[in-house]
């Protein structure tokens, strides 16, 4: 069972990128992190993934109500193409912690796990670990992203809510959408304010709005990770 600890109240991570410290790596396709009984995580390994050949990395993070399946599905048509390992945790309770709790704890915790085993079996390029997700997964990637800037590289948010930091580091990239009718979470007072705050940090932020709601049309995703990966 994930349990918290109180190093985790700023949603500062522990976990650094390392070379693989076991060749113990599962066959290409989708596996259980194995980090919890009742919420479990997911692994998703591209194929033809080869420890020579190190592999992208992507944290995606569903949204409100939803589980680690759908973390995977946000750029699961894209891994096997593109060489990208995907994890996808899953929040404790009905969304994040910064969401449901109000505070950083258990789910960073989860993140924090997640990312070590996996850095610890599977090569993995240190220019190219992004950490994304869609609406609360969106705002919660945005958390963390910022929060750990000297561990990911970019951040992918598909129509986030808000973005919020006790501590910052580092300067990851961001690439930020948002439907122009979105009724879940307005662009106005969520796209829109977002990529206006973060380019008034100075931070390098990739903004694109399309005609829709509160969804990642396909054209969206592709040209999020055509930037990602670029």
Known sequence: MVTSRDSYKTGRL???????????????GLHSLGLDTLKDGLLYVPKGYDPGKPAALAVMLHGSGGDASQGIRLLQRYADVHNLLLIAPASRKYSWDIVASNSFGVDVLMVDQALAQVFAHYAIDPNKVAIGGFSDG???????????????THIIAFSPGFSYTMETHGSPSVFLSHGTQDGVLPI???GRKIQKDLRDQGRN?????????????AQVSAAAVDWFLK
Do not use: W
């Open 14 to 28: 522990s976990t650094r990128h390392s070379p693989p410290t076991t060749g113990k790596a599962a066959k290409p």
């Open 138 to 152: 969106a705002s919660y990637a945005l958390c963390l992203g910022l929060t750990n800037g000297d561990l990911f």
């Open 188 to 190: 106005d007072r969520c």
């Open 205 to 217: 932020v990739h903004y694109l709005e399309f005609k829709g709601e509160h969804e990642i049309p």
